[in-house]
């Protein structure tokens, strides 16, 4: 077996497989769970074609955003099933409103297994299920085709992921086309869907029952990185930001594919006609946009910061119902690290995969809360009935 890109770079996008004209490549994802092209030597023809198109050996041109916008949007139901401020929800209704199909990525999870994989939303209902950030990696890739058919019959597409899985796409299409609108996020790194089962398997056993859905960012206490399990008798666990580690291990990038910490997309440049992230920092680069100051946005529940990359980009998002609000690089840059540059790779990434491999995820708990120190314990309490009552009085309850 050879691989097409070197592991290091390879993203798994996938691009490369059905291009193939023998059928020789696949995606292992042994043994961490990060999918990597590898050839078949014994039934290789040696056309090269697979390394012509993979983009992590022909990095595909970025972008200068050409306008910035904080953007929410007005329906609070929408704001709370978002990660951010709705915008990708805003955007992608506005598409099928025209009559487009948008593809998204969705999570299901059967018997406290998750899977991760990009769907087809052709309505409302199926945009629901688009909706939220899902902090591990699925695979675009078997989309590709049927994205492809559509586009060549006149259809009108919106794909949605990560900037790696946009790029796979464009290398995969190997041409532009006037009715595909690209969406990426501003993306700080991922990790392997094995891992993500690995940390629910542990929550199974820990609770004595199936998980039966999770919720990465659980908005009924505010905008923030809250997490909620519903077990299959329908208990909402719902826990600090690390009491379980896996915000921590994200948070500090310990789990990333190898990639990801020189991922040429993680740049103020993007690859998309549209990119999206949280606004984080907005109440110190623009205060006055503000509820609290008598501006239109409510950070209560999540500012998005939207980039449009294109003209087409540009368009689209101004269709939306949205609250958009002029905004520029300038601003986003110093809370959004995601478009800043890559990741520094931890020291002990190797540690945490490590214990990830045994598939114990009570051994990297106890590991990440020997790393956090007090800080553990501080995010514990944060939830107190105590804690609130201060944050109440001083005013900082949200
Ligand atoms: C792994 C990951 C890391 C991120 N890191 C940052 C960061 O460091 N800084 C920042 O500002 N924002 C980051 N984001 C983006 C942020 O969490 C929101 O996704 C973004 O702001 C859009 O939010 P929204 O409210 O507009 O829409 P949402 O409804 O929350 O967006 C939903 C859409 O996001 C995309 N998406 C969700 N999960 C995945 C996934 N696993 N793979 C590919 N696409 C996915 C899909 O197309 C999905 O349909 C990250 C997201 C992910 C998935």
């Not at 007005?74 to 805003?90: I, N």
């Not at 009491?243 to 921590?248: G, K, N, R």
């Not at 992230?277 to 999540?302: M, S, V």
């Amino acid at each position: 077996m050879s691989e097409v890109a070197p592991i290091k770079d390879c993203t798994g996008c996938g691009a490369c497989t059905p291009h193939c004209p023998v059928d020789a490549i696949t995606l292992d994802t042994e043994p961490d769970g990060f999918a990597h092209a590898v050839i078949n030597d014994d039934v290789c023809i040696g056309c090269d074609l697979c390394r012509h198109i993979c983009p992590a050996l022909n990095p595909l041109p970025l972008r200068e955003p050409q306008s910035v916008y904080a953007a929410q949007s007005k329906a609070h139901d929408t704001l709370m099933h978002s990660a951010s401020g709705g915008a990708f929800y805003e955007i992608a209704r506005a598409f099928q409103q025209q009559g487009g199909i948008v593809y998204g990525v969705e999570m299901t999870i059967d018997h406290s297994t998750a899977t991760i994989s990009h769907a087809a939303a052709t309505d409302e209902q199926g945009l629901h299920k688009l909706q939220g950030s899902k902090y591990a990696q699925g695979s675009a890739y078997p989309v590709f085709p049927e994205i492809q058919r559509r586009l060549d019959e006149g259809e009108r597409v919106l794909f949605s992921g990560l900037p790696c899985q946009v790029a796979g796409l464009q290398a995969y299409l190997g041409q532009t086309y006037d009715n595909l609108i690209t969406v990426d996020i501003f993306c700080h790194g991922n990790t392997s869907l094995y891992y993500l089962n690995v940390y629910l398997d542990y929550l199974k056993k820990k609770h004595g029952q199936d998980i039966a859905d999770y919720i990465f960012r659980d908005k009924e206490r505010g905008n923030g990185y809250k997490p909620v399990a519903i077990l299959a008798d329908g208990t909402r666990v719902r826990m600090t930001t690390f009491e379980e580690s896996y915000w921590y291990l994200f948070a500090t990038s310990k789990f990333y594919r190898e990639s990801c910490y020189h991922c040429p997309y993680a740049s103020p440049r993007r690859v998309s006609d549209i990119s999206l992230g949280d606004f984080w920092g907005i109440e110190k680069e623009r205060p006055g946009l503000l509820k609290g100051t008598g501006g239109p946005l409510d950070d209560g529940l999540g500012i998005s910061a939207v980039l449009a990359n294109t003209p087409a980009g540009d368009a689209l998002i101004r269709q939306t119902d949205l609250v958009l609000e002029p905004s520029s690089m300038a601003e986003v840059t110093p809370g959004g690290a995601a478009v800043r540059a890559p990741q520094e790779q931890p020291a002990d990434r190797d540690k945490v995969l490590e214990l990830f491999r045994a598939g114990d995820y009570a051994a990297v708990k106890k590991y990440c809360i020997k790393q956090q120190g007090r800080w553990y314990y501080l995010d514990l309490l944060s939830d107190s009935a105590l804690v609130k009552a201060v944050k109440k009085l001083s005013g900082k309850a949200r």
